[in-house]
């Protein structure tokens, strides 16, 4: 008698990224624990960092693009009185400066200027791709280009003394694409001197937290009705449903829109995620002038998903 095919995995993993593993580790090492190729995470995350690195497995891989753009939440060091070529304690160092006397309030007070929308050049050690290579790679050959800045967006920085001198930590939220290794040197730039950041922990990535965050010895996947669930939500019919599947717009009166507390700062129109009656996750929609498109549909051909 054949074997039936396991089902299909569908969902998110939240991981609690080790220090030592780069999110392709991550991947890999889940791949085999899983027993599925689908996986992909949502946003790359420092080798020597730890924290919440969330995983798309199976149709939730099609869904990544929506996860990476969520605000993201950190913890680490900032280190005054040194630089290094990868702005963290992983590189070498490159510069010494005298900051003994800096104080949490010297810190605070030129923290102003890096919230709010602020241009960043990227450091040479990251995922980037300049003119087809990645900027670590040419790092890696002992080649340094010219970066441009980019804009992000800081929401919040914090800091507070440690017991060690010339060594705060720092607890930032801020948009996506926003590294906080820059900030920390920029930071020690503004402060007449230099830094660089150590023990870097994400503490979230959008309304996924530490408090979801399982080890690769512990993965747990969360179903596809909780992979948006930052995303603010309609529930609609099962014609709805099959509308969707088959490619076509909703008409507003066919949704009802959910009371959530959205975390996602888009302009409008904002992506909405779109449940069937069941509860689960049909597809993501935009709102049009006549309804709602349809932009990614995760529901199975012919109904909604079951995913138990």
Known sequence: MARRPAPPIDGACVVDKPAGWTSHDVVAKSRALLGTRKVGHSGTLDPDA??????????????????????????GELVLGSTTSTLDAAGEVTGTFAMDGITVSDVRSVLASFTGEIDQIPPMVSAIKVQGRRLHELAREGIEIEREARRVVIHRIDVESTNEPKV??????????????????????????????????????????????????????LTMREVLRDYPA????????????????????????????????????????????????????????????????VAVSGGPERIG
């Open 50 to 75: 730890t924290g919440v690195l969330v995983l798309g497995v199976g149709r939730a891989t099609r869904l990544l693009r929506f996860l990476t753009v969520l605000g993201k939440a950190y913890v």
């Open 168 to 221: 705060f930590r720092l607890s930032v939220q801020c948009g996506s694409g926003t590294y906080i290794r820059s900030l920390a040197a920029d930071i020690g730039t503004a402060l007449g001197g230099g830094a660089h950041l150590r023990n870097l922990r994400r503490t979230a990535v959008g309304g996924f937290g530490l408090a979801d965050a399982r080890g690769l010895d512990q993965l747990q996947l």
């Open 234 to 297: 309609l529930d609609t019919d099962a014609a709805g449903v099959v509308a969707l599947v088959q490619g076509r717009q909703l008409g507003a009166q066919s949704v009802v829109a959910r009371a959530t507390s959205t975390l996602v700062p888009f302009g409008a129109p904002s992506p909405h995620a779109v449940y069937g009656p069941d509860g689960d996750l049909v597809a993501v929609v935009e709102e049009v002038d006549t309804g709602y498109k349809p932009v990614v549909v």
